[in-house]
Every structure is written in C-alpha cells, then in structure tokens.
C-alpha cells in the first residue's frame, strides 16, 4: 500500500537546523509532487512548499523562501526538508504529504506521513 | 494568495446531530477544494475531494458540497468517532496552497 515514513523527532537549539526524511513506498515516487506541512502546537496546518521528485523542482511558500530547502533521493525514495536559523516558533510537527491529481485536474493530498515532531529550545 | 475561512470555529454537538461546516475562498476556486479530518496526535485523513467526490473508504454520512467561493461540509448524524478537527483546503492556486484555520467538532 502507498505510505509514507517520516523521520523520529528532533530536539535543536535556536539558530541550529534540522533536516525530516519522508520514505515513499507502494508508488512510483517520481510521479507525484511531495508536500510539506507543519502544526504548531495546538494551531492549524500550514502549507510550507513542494518538490517535483522527477525534476528536483521546488516551489516554497513566501514566509519560508531563504530557509527551507527541499530536496530528494530517488535512488531511496526519499524526500527531504530541511529548515535553518530555526527559532523557538518553529516547534511544530511536520509533515509530508503526496499530491494526488485526478483525470479533471483537481489535486489533494493522500497520504500523509506520520508526523515529525522538531523542538527547537535552548 | 487566496485565503480561506471556515466557521464555526468550534462546535458542540451530540452524536446523531447534524453538523455543517462552512469554508469561504477569498475568490473563485471553482471546486478545487477538500477536505480532512485531523484526530488528537495523528495526521491530517482526506475526506472530500473536488468538493463533493467522497475518498474510497470514508462513510458516506460525510458529503461535500459548493462551488466557487463558498463550500459545506456536512455529517448527516454524527458518530462518537467523528469529534475531531476538520479543515479545508483550496488546490486552485498550486503555488500557494492554503487550509481553512480548522473547525473542531466537540461532544456537548
């Protein structure tokens, strides 16, 4: 079945950065874009860029533009983000999310990895 | 960027209830919108795509529906397993993905 596997949780000072693994199986990992999202604790979902698999494209959103850099193994099926200068308000859990796109161009997110929770304290 | 706010944004209800949802575009998204359901501790589960198509295996008391700017998700009667957060999310603008702020459905 398709599934996607994150990293464990991580624990990095301000200033520091971290870098979440999202494994692909069960697909053709070169043919769907790759999403990341994150959640601040007790917050809504925030929507931070995706990464064309086949190409190496990328297309991050504005707040994040300079920081995040997301990038992929194909060899391993394996998707990354990594986000630098991390500040205390980027404790959040993050995930990875696979675009789905029907025949008639609409386009969701299915699945959805199971989370990675990064905590960034002095 | 296209913005998109959902009310309530909390609710109580009691199982059996029907509940309904609004989520509202900053402008036309056609029905590029969806819908997930977030349960404490786990990630975000698809529930409506294209407005109103169901995700296999989701039960069909949950529809959706609306077009343009403004979209309903509704649960028909509401089971104990259905407390939980719901957002939508506008696929229209591919560059700058966007979910509603969330609606959290509570036992009364």
């Known amino acids: 079945q398709v599934q996607l596997v994150q990293s464990g949780a991580e624990v990095k000072k301000p200033g520091a950065s971290v870098k979440v693994s999202c494994k692909a199986s069960g697909y053709t990992f070169t043919g769907y874009y790759m999403h990341w999202v994150r959640q601040a604790p007790g917050q809504g979902l925030e929507w931070m860029g995706w990464i064309n698999p086949n190409s190496g494209g990328t297309n991050y959103a504005q707040k994040f533009q300079g920081r995040v850099t997301m990038t992929r193994d194909t060899s391993i099926s394996t998707a990354y983000m990594e986000l630098s200068r991390l500040r205390s308000d980027d404790t959040a859990v993050y995930y990875c999310?696979?675009?789905?796109?029907?025949?008639?161009?609409?386009?969701?997110?299915?699945?959805w990895g199971q989370g990675t929770l990064v905590t960034v304290s002095s | 960027d296209i913005q998109m706010t959902q009310s309530p944004s909390s609710l109580s209800a009691s199982v059996g209830d029907r509940v309904t949802i609004t989520c509202r575009a900053s402008q036309s998204i056609s029905s590029y919108l969806n819908w997930y359901q977030q349960k404490p501790g786990k990630a975000p589960k698809l529930l409506i795509y294209?407005?109103?198509s169901l995700q296999s295996g989701v039960p069909s008391r949950f529809s959706g529906s609306g077009s343009g700017t403004d979209f309903t998700l509704t649960i028909s009667s509401l089971q104990p397993e259905d407390f939980a957060t719901y957002y939508c999310?506008?696929?229209?603008?591919?560059?700058?993905?966007?979910f509603g702020q969330g609606t959290k459905v509570e036992i009364k």
């Open positions: 999310a696979r675009e789905q796109i029907a025949a008639a161009g609409t386009n969701w997110f299915d699945p």
């Open positions: 999310q506008q696929s229209y603008s591919t560059l700058t993905w966007a």
């Open positions: 294209a407005a109103s």
